[in-house]
Each structure stands twice: as structure tokens, then as C-alpha cells.
């Protein structure tokens, strides 16, 4: 029944008993809190977090956006030039000085959305990768966000947990933790439920649990006692520290990208400066503010400040597109490091799998049994194998066998609305479900076998035991243990035959493994139980160790089939025409393992298995050979997988490895991209991995390479166009001062200062053409080919030199045409016109914005057609749409006429510009046909292809 609401405050827990604290606490053992009771103590508590540094007020980090030195040199320019307005009135407002400061503040609005985006987006993968704890509440077990735990919940721990909360101990079974961020101690701390008497440091608590330490061994139930800043974590934190943001390699390669093309940009416009005092007539101080103003508006247009914003806004959104495809990555790195994996080293059970074990066979001494029925539902037959009928030996070896698995295990079997599920292992519930199937009900197998001890499952034993009073027999207490058959058989000198123990002789072993390859060679899953009995007056009653896993009497072999997950061959596959290996790694029997790894195509039909034993015997270098030659691993333990990893690593593969134990971070902490289990994966691992799978499923791991693919080749995308036009814009400037005589400049000027554009048409190029179309181009649909192609090389940069060599000959087109409209619209030069130097200018200007909305087209690629899946890209189409539109605002509107000094242009003005401005698409279409060919014949000669 539910308790009642209460005010629930206890101290000192460790020294009150188990049940004094859960009576305080006004909570049930086995009940739990009531759904009721346990949302009016979260409202009373509040959420199970520590308190963090106070967040940064939205109006500073939009004041964040004006720290850019060259922002606050543009600024200042603004200030000087309306001051000089103030002066002179030659105008009837100050429009440069009104349209530079619009022109910043867009600016700042644009990065400050941008940020804000990627924080929501960052957010929101933090509540996705969010701690959950599992808790008994309203008399059933459930899995809660480890935020939402109350002062009286009862908490299920099991290896590999962090603990959520500060909690005294009600049951333990062998658990360690490991304290070490509370009291520097790093060896593992054993837990019992033992009252202490006298006042005791934190480190010798041994009865309690707290928060932010983490379960190794064993497992146990606990109430919890205190949450949020009242743990011992709160009181010793205090307050945290806000962790400083994640630097991805991306982005620090960007950084230095920017850095060296600011100082490249600052020189140019330090030439293009003194250049303009040689060549023009300079008098008067506004002339020379107009000469220094354009040189800071060219360094703010040319230099991409805000593209570490913008990088970490596509890698945000793009990990919520994984996320909503069962993908959680936990550290941004890991989008980059995807498309680049070579290897995918994965665990066979529930990942190539479907983990919905299904127990199918029974072997024994006298016969054996097939079971009937699928799932959890416990319904299903019996069908005994051999002469023996249903009331001799062979009914009561599987008896035993089966009562020996059921008990040897904590998985619950729950059926809630006529469904069936299982809380726990799913192995562990498939032993359950055959238990169930042939009669053997929890009550009864309760009230006979009571569980008075347990020495938990690891992967370096492949054992799991348990230690029960029998009812009958109150003189003994029985041992029953389940594991690998290999191992377990070891450790056995006895075999139940009917209802006597008979010694194993040398034969009989032999025959027990056969008939373990036999299963094995169905694709079945083998696991062996037996028992022993032990004296009721041991004298270490409450402690049992690995000592009770010998002198044991083998009952039989349980064979359970895991079927392949239907989509994981074709996931397979397309990981192999990614030029992506895959490995499996597990730990069950090789036989067993290479028939699945050949029947979803990882392997060849025939090809051998590697054992743990066979890794342990070899060297370095011929675990290296190894490595290269085989893609099964069986038997292997957590050790092994880290050597298999480092191996692969030494032959310049970047590997993706998952993993759902303990043992397993060192291995996930090691690969190129952890990966870990969110369904039966531990904290440990979770917190250990760059990746968590949702869905265990080894297709969502290809599936997030195709997206990381797809976000790195975007990001590449609009780093190609902002670029080639921040290039184009800083070459148009350039040479059309240091060519002015030769182009018509000079002669279209009354005197002053001779500029192709004025620097707040270079300010409004900027904004309009290097926001909504690189935004854009960030959320391009992902090319049809990424799966096709090898991965990237590991260390290859961001920028190849390939894609700079298309960005400067791009850049160079718009220069090139830009001037050339220039020139063709001034009188005089070498093309006549009979233009103002006001429309030449506009003309260069509106030449100059189109051009670089054409190039938005070529940036998707440096080797594709532009016109391949042209309308793909709504958004795209959107963004050149609404930046031409703007465009016409400053060519038509007279109040921005007069702020960007534009002059109207006639319809065949427009046309001849896009003619013009068109031709960047032409002419890089040509070059990629060239590119396209030398590729083609790279491939004929042997040399892979690679996407730049």
C-alpha cells in the first residue's frame, strides 16, 4: 500500500538500522513510494541536482556578439563618421553612419540566434543523455531520470551504476563501490547493510552509498536519505563550476583558419590603404576616415568571425537528427570522428541481435527437452527428448536444471496490460520464462530456495552464482551456478544423473562438449548450470566468495536462440560499400559466433573465430597480423577487447567499439568513437562512450557514420562558399584600386577617395550572402553517395588543398567579373561605358551579391554538377530568394539609396549582371568535368577516390 505524505528528513542514517531508516523515511521495502507521495516530495525537494553557477543573463551574451575587436574598430568608425556629419550636413541624415551601425546590429542579432540555437540544441542532447536510476515505486520497477529521485525512494543498484543519491543500504549482494571523488580512496569500498554504532568518517560508512560514486561489484537496494545539495557530494561541491564549453578539433582547425586569414585580410587592407594614398588625390580628414573606414569594413566582411558559431549550430542540430534516429552523442568530437571510422568493432548480443532470447533447448544426462513459444509470454510446451518418460530421471534432471537457472538470477518477469517484459538481463528473463513454461512457479521456488547470498556474475569468471536455504533440507544451504559451459564444467567433478550425483569422467566431459558444439552449431546460445550443497552452519554465512564455484554438479546445457536483427545484413553491407569493417566481438561460444557473423555477412561461410585464450597466447605483432585477417571474436573478455582495439589502431584504423559493462570503458575510452548500450549498457560505460545507442542496434551506428558523414561534408560546404566569397570580395577591392586607372575608376572620380565599392556596400555583402545561404547550405540533405565513398582519411584537415584551390579560383572569377561590369559601366578604361561612378558601383555591387548567390550552387560540392539534386534544398532556394529581395531594397528603396550611395538599375542592368555573375557556374562546372576525369582515372590506376 501507498505511505502517507510526510515530511521526511533522517541524520545520521548509517546509525540507525535498515529498518529504522526506511520507517523515518516513511517509505516500504518492497512497495516503494507511491506516484502521489513521490511528485509531492519532488515538489517539496526539488530536482535531484546540484546547484550550478547562476547562468549567463541573455542581454550579456548579446552584448557578447560586440566584443570582436574589428566590430568595436567598425563602431567607432560609425561614431566618427556621424560626428563628421554633425560637421558638415552635406546630407539630411547621417545614413553611412545609420547604416553601419544596422548593418553591426544585424550582425549581432544573426550570431546571437545563432549561439542561442546551438545552446537549445546542446541542451536538449543533455536531457536525451540525462542519468536514469532504477527505483521501486508503486510496488513495480521502473526507470527514472536520476533527477527526479525523493528522500524515501527505494533504489535498485546493479555493477556499473552511478549512484544517484545519498542512500542507506537495505540488501547487498557483493557491492563495491568506488569513492574515490568523494574521499581520494581509489580502490573499491565494500558495502553491507550492518548497523555502526559509533560516529564514523565518510570513508567508513559501510553501510551507505553516496551520490556520484559508482557501483564496480556486485549489486544491492538502498532508500535514499538525501538529495540534491544535502549529499555528501552537495556539501563537499558546494557549488559547481560551470565545465567550460567543448572544443572540437573542427573547431580549433577553424580557429587557426580564421586567425591565419585575418592576419592575411588586415595585411591586404594595410596595403590596399597605402595603396589608395599613392594613386589617389587624399585631402581633408573625412577622406581619410573614408579610406581607414573601408580597410576595417573590408576585415570584418573578409574575415568569418561567427563561424564557430555557426559550425557548432550545425553540429548541435545534426546530433538531434541523431538523436531522434536512437543516436545520443555525448561529445560534439564524435560527429567529426564518424566520418572517419574504418572499423565498427561490435558485441553479437542485442546489438547484431535482437536480444529477445528465447530459451530452445535443454540438455541433460538422461535426454534433453525443446521448448516451445516466443518472447516473454510464459506460454508454451515441453517436449521431452529420449526413452525416458515424463515421471523418471530425465523429468527430474530438467526440474533441477531449470530451478538452478531461475535462481541464479535477478531479472523480474512483469506482465502489466497482458504484455510480457522483463526487468533485467534478457538472458536472465529467458531463463525465467523456461522455468515458468515447465510449472516452476516464484512463489513456490521462494518459500523453498531463499536467497541468502550471491557472488556476482563478472566477465573475467563467465560465472554467476547464488547461495539459497532449502526448506527441506534446513541442514544444507545449496549453491546454484550459471555460465559458460567451458568454464563452468571445469569446475564441476560431478554430473546429476536422475537423482544421483555421478563422478565426470574424461569421457562423459567430452561428450558434454560435443553436445555444447552441437547447439552451438545451431546458432543456439549455451549456457551450463550446476549446484552444490553446503553446510547450514558455515561460519561465514553472510560472505560468500568464488570458493563456493568448485566441486560442483553439472546439471545440464541450455541452449536459447538470439535471432540477427533483420536490418543489421543490410546495415552490413552498406557499411561495406562505405569502405567500413565490421568486427564482431563477443563472448559467447566461436561456433556459435562465426555461424551468425557469416549469416549477416561480416565474415565468409567458413572463416574462423578467434578465442580469448588464442589473443591471450599471441604476441603484439601477430595480434597486429591478426587484427587484419579476422573479424570474429569469441570467448573474449573486456582485456581483450582493449588489445583488439589498439591493435587496429597501430594499423592506422579509426575504430568505433562498443561496449555495455564495467570492464568496458577502458576499450570505449580507447576507440576512435565508444559507443555504448542505453537499453542494457551500465553508467560506467554510458559515461565512458562519445555514443549511446538508444536501441543497442548495430544498423543505428551506420546510420549515425551516414549523418556524421553528411555534417561534416555540409560543414565543408558552406566553408567552400564563404570563403571563395570573402576571397572574391577581398580581390575586388584589391585590384580594383590597384587597377583603376586601367579599369575607368579614376576618371569616374570628381577627385578624393577612388573605391570599386564603398565599405558599407562590402558591409551589406556580408550580411546579406553569408547568413541565410551558408545557414542553409549547413542543412543540406545529405549527398546520395556518402555511403558509397571510402571514409576520410584520419588527420585529414577540414579545408584539403584541393578545396582551396576551387576557392581561390572561384574567388578569382568574382573579382575578374565584377571589375569587369565595372569597367564596362564608367567611361573610359578598356571597355567604354557612359556611367556615374554611382552606378558603376551599384552594378559592381549587385554583380558582386550575385555572384556569390551562384556560388552558392557550385559550394555544394567541388566535384558535382551544381544542377545534381538542385531543388533539394528548399531552404537554399529560400535563403538566394530573400537576399535578392533585400538586394532590391538597397537598389530601389531612397532612403537606403542614399545610406549605400545605390542608384536604380533597369531590367537589362539586371540581366547583364546575372549574365555575368552566371559565369562562376559555368566556368567551375567546367573545372569539376576536369576534376571528375582525373578521378576517374585515379580509380583506373588503382588509387581510391576520396570526396574533398
Known amino acids: 500500500m501507498p505511505v502517507t505524505s510526510a515530511d521526511t528528513t533522517i541524520d545520521e542514517p548509517y546509525r540507525q538500522s535498515a529498518e529504522e531508516v526506511i520507517a523515518a523515511l516513511k517509505t516500504q521495502p518492497m512497495y516503494g513510494l507511491g506516484s502521489t507521495e513521490a511528485a509531492r516530495r519532488l515538489a517539496h525537494y526539488g530536482r535531484n541536482e546540484l546547484d550550478a553557477a547562476p547562468p549567463r543573463p541573455q542581454w550579456l551574451k548579446f552584448l557578447d556578439q560586440f566584443t570582436d575587436v574589428l566590430v568595436l574598430l567598425l563602431l567607432a568608425a560609425a561614431m566618427i563618421s556621424a560626428v563628421i556629419w554633425l560637421q558638415e550636413r552635406d546630407t539630411a541624415l547621417p545614413y553611412e553612419a545609420l547604416a553601419i551601425f544596422a548593418i553591426v546590429l544585424l550582425n549581432a542579432l544573426m550570431g546571437y540566434i545563432q549561439e542561442a540555437r546551438a545552446e537549445r540544441a546542446a541542451a536538449a542532447l543533455r536531457q536525451l543523455s540525462a542519468t536514469h536510476s532504477s527505483v521501486i515505486r508503486d510496488g513495480d520497477r521502473r526507470s527514472i531520470p536520476a533527477a527526479e529521485l525523493v528522500p524515501g525512494d527505494i533504489v535498485l543498484i546493479a555493477e556499473g551504476d552511478t549512484i544517484p543519491a545519498d542512500a542507506r543500504l537495505i540488501e547487498s549482494a557483493s557491492l563495491q563501490t568506488v569513492e574515490a571523488a568523494l574521499t581520494g580512496e581509489s580502490l573499491p569500498v565494500s558495502k553491507n547493510v550492518a548497523l555502526i554504532t559509533g560516529t564514523s568518517e565518510l570513508g567508513d560508512q559501510h553501510n551507505m552509498v553516496f551520490s556520484g560514486t559508482i557501483a564496480v561489484y556486485g549489486h544491492g537496494r538502498a532508500v535514499v536519505t538525501a538529495t540534491r545539495m544535502r549529499t555528501a557530494m552537495g556539501r563537499i561541491a558546494g557549488m559547481l563550476e560551470k565545465a567550460p564549453d567543448e572544443i572540437t578539433p573542427l573547431q580549433r582547425e577553424l580557429d587557426r583558419v580564421g586567425k591565419a586569414l585575418a592576419v592575411t585580410v588586415v595585411l591586404i587592407a594595410i596595403a590596399m590603404i597605402g595603396t589608395i594614398f599613392l594613386v589617389?588625390?587624399?585631402?581633408?580628414?573625412?577622406?581619410?576616415?573614408?579610406?581607414?573606414?573601408?580597410?576595417?569594413?573590408l576585415a570584418v566582411a573578409a574575415v568569418p568571425e561567427g563561424l564557430p558559431a555557426v559550425v557548432t549550430a550545425v553540429l548541435s542540430l545534426g546530433m538531434q537528427r541523431m538523436a531522434k534516429n536512437k543516436a545520443i552523442i555525448r561529445r560534439l568530437a564524435a560527429v567529426e570522428t564518424l566520418g572517419s571510422a574504418t572499423v565498427i568493432a561490435s558485441d553479437k548480443t542485442g546489438t547484431l541481435t535482437r536480444n529477445e532470447m528465447t530459451v530452445r533447448r535443454l540438455i541433460t544426462a538422461s535426454g534433453g527437452a525443446n521448448l516451445s513459444g516466443t518472447g516473454y509470454a510464459p506460454h508454451g510446451g515441453i517436449q521431452l527428448i529420449g526413452p525416458q518418460s515424463p515421471g523418471e530421471p530425465l523429468q527430474f534432471e530438467l526440474t533441477r536444471a531449470l530451478t538452478a537457472a531461475e535462481r541464479?538470477?535477478?531479472?523480474?518477469?512483469?506482465?502489466?496490460?497482458?504484455?510480457?517484459?522483463?526487468?533485467?538481463?534478457?538472458?536472465?528473463?529467458?531463463?525465467?520464462?523456461?522455468?515458468?513454461?515447465?510449472?516452476?512457479?516464484?512463489?513456490?521456488?521462494?518459500a523453498r530456495f531463499a536467497r541468502v547470498g550471491e557472488v556476482p556474475f563478472s566477465s573475467e569468471r563467465k560465472l554467476m552464482s547464488t547461495v539459497h536455504t532449502d526448506a527441506e533440507q534446513p541442514e544444507r544451504l545449496i549453491a546454484v551456478t550459471k555460465g559458460a559451459p567451458d568454464i563452468l564444467l571445469a569446475r564441476c567433478t560431478h554430473e546429476l544423473v536422475g537423482r544421483d550425483a555421478v563422478a565426470l569422467t574424461d569421457a562423459r566431459r567430452a561428450e558434454i562438449m560435443a553436445s555444447n558444439d552441437a547447439l552451438a552449431e545451431e546458432a543456439l546460445r549455451t549456457l551450463g548450470v550446476a549446484f552444490r550443497s553446503l553446510p547450514a552452519d558455515r561460519p561465514d554465512h553472510d560472505a560468500f566468495e568464488e570458493d563456493v564455484e568448485h566441486d560442483l554438479v553439472f546439471l545440464g546445457l541450455i541452449g536459447m536462440i538470439d535471432p540477427p536483427r533483420q536490418e543489421t545484413r543490410e546495415a552490413v553491407v552498406r557499411a561495406q560499400a562505405a569502405g567500413i569493417r565490421s568486427i564482431m566481438i563477443t563472448g559467447d561460444h566461436p561456433v556459435t559466433a562465426a555461424i551468425i557473423a557469416a549469416e549477416l555477412g561480416i565474415t565468409s561461410g567458413g572463416r574462423r573465430a578467434v578465442t580469448g585464450a588464442d589473443l591471450a597466447a599471441m604476441t603484439e605483432a601477430e595480434l597486429d597480423q591478426t587484427v587484419q585477417e579476422v573479424s570474429v571474436y569469441a570467448r573474449v573478455n573486456p582485456e581483450h577487447k582493449l588489445r583488439i582495439v589498439k591493435a587496429l589502431q597501430r594499423a592506422g584504423e579509426t575504430v568505433a567499439m562498443t561496449g555495455d559493462g564495467v570492464n568496458d570503458a577502458p576499450a570505449l575510452k580507447a576507440a576512435d568513437i565508444g559507443v555504448a548500450m542505453g537499453?542494457?549498457?551500465?553508467?560506467?560505460?554510458?559515461?565512458?562512450?562519445?555514443?549511446?545507442?538508444?536501441?543497442?542496434?548495430?544498423?543505428?551506428?551506420?546510420?549515425?557514420?551516414?549523418?556524421?558523414?553528411?555534417?561534416?561534408?555540409?560543414i565543408r560546404k558552406f566553408l567552400r562558399y564563404?570563403?571563395?566569397?570573402?576571397i572574391g570580395e577581398v580581390m575586388t577591392m584589391f585590384f580594383g584600386i590597384l587597377l583603376a586607372d586601367m579599369i575607368g575608376l579614376t576618371g569616374a572620380a570628381t577627385g578624393g577617395v577612388v573605391l570599386p565599392l564603398l565599405a558599407t556596400q562590402i558591409l551589406w555583402i556580408n550580411l546579406v550572402t553569408d547568413g541565410a545561404p551558408a545557414l542553409a547550405l549547413g542543412i543540406d540533405p545529405a549527398d546520395g553517395d556518402v555511403m558509397r565513398r571510402p571514409p576520410r582519411p584520419r588527420g585529414e584537415g577540414v579545408i584539403t588543398g584541393r578545396m582551396w584551390g576551387g576557392i581561390f579560383l572561384v574567388g578569382t572569377i568574382m573579382a575578374v567579373g565584377t571589375l569587369l561590369v565595372?569597367?564596362?559601366a564608367l567611361p573610359g578604361g578598356m571597355i567604354e561605358g557612359s556611367g556615374t561612378l554611382a552606378y558603376g558601383q551599384t552594378m559592381a555591387f549587385t554583380t558582386l551579391v550575385m555572384f556569390q548567390l551562384f556560388n552558392v550552387f557550385n559550394a555544394r560540392s567541388d566535384d558535382r554538377s551544381a544542377f545534381h539534386g538542385?531543388?533539394?534544398?528548399?531552404?537554399?532556394?529560400?535563403?538566394?530568394?530573400?537576399?535578392?529581395?533585400?538586394?532590391?531594397?538597397v537598389v530601389y528603396t531612397p532612403f537606403l539609396q542614399e545610406a549605400f550611395s545605390t542608384v536604380s538599375l533597369s531590367a537589362g542592368d539586371w540581366l547583364f549582371c546575372a549574365a555575368v555573375s552566371s559565369s562562376v557556374l559555368w566556368l567551375r562546372e567546367l573545372s569539376k568535368i576536369v576534376t571528375r576525369r582525373v578521378g576517374e582515372n585515379a580509380i583506373s590506376a588503382g588509387v581510391p577516390e576520396r570526396s574533398a
Open 722 to 726: 564563404l570563403l571563395s566569397s570573402n
Open 408 to 446: 541464479a538470477n535477478n531479472a523480474v518477469l512483469q506482465e502489466r496490460d497482458g504484455s510480457w517484459s522483463v526487468q533485467g538481463d534478457p538472458t536472465e528473463g529467458a531463463l525465467i520464462v523456461a522455468a515458468r513454461k515447465a510449472g516452476l512457479l516464484r512463489e513456490a521456488l521462494d
Open 280 to 297: 589617389s588625390d587624399i585631402s581633408g580628414f573625412s577622406e581619410i576616415f573614408d579610406v581607414l573606414i573601408l580597410g576595417v569594413a
Open 679 to 714: 537499453i542494457t549498457g551500465t553508467d560506467v560505460s554510458k559515461e565512458a562512450a562519445d555514443m549511446v545507442l538508444a536501441d543497442d542496434n548495430f544498423a543505428t551506428i551506420v546510420a549515425a557514420v551516414a549523418e556524421g558523414r553528411a555534417i561534416f561534408s555540409n
Open 870 to 889: 538542385l531543388f533539394t534544398n528548399r531552404w537554399l532556394w529560400g535563403a538566394v530568394v530573400l537576399s535578392l529581395l533585400l538586394h532590391a531594397f
Open 822 to 824: 565595372l569597367d564596362a
